[in-house]
């Protein structure tokens, strides 16, 4: 019985919020602002899910190889 139950939680999951998603759609459709609900509901997503960060520069990014560096600091010409 608990292979069965996985699935179909997930299953009506998924149709719930699509369910859900084909009734935000209708009533923005609907509303006489239709923008004011989709974004109420995106300044809300926006607050719960922030954005990622950018990615580093490509300066930082360059990692080097532990083969060039000098073995004994002494050694090193300077």
Known sequence: MHELQVPLILTLLALGLIAL???IIRAAKRSRRSMAPLAGLLLMLG???PPDPPPPPA?????????DAPKDPKSRID
Do not use: C, K, Y
Not at 59 to 67: K, N
């Open 21 to 23: 998603g084909v009734w």
């Open 47 to 49: 607050a719960f899910f």
């Open 59 to 67: 300066s930082e990014r360059v990692v080097p190889d532990q083969d």
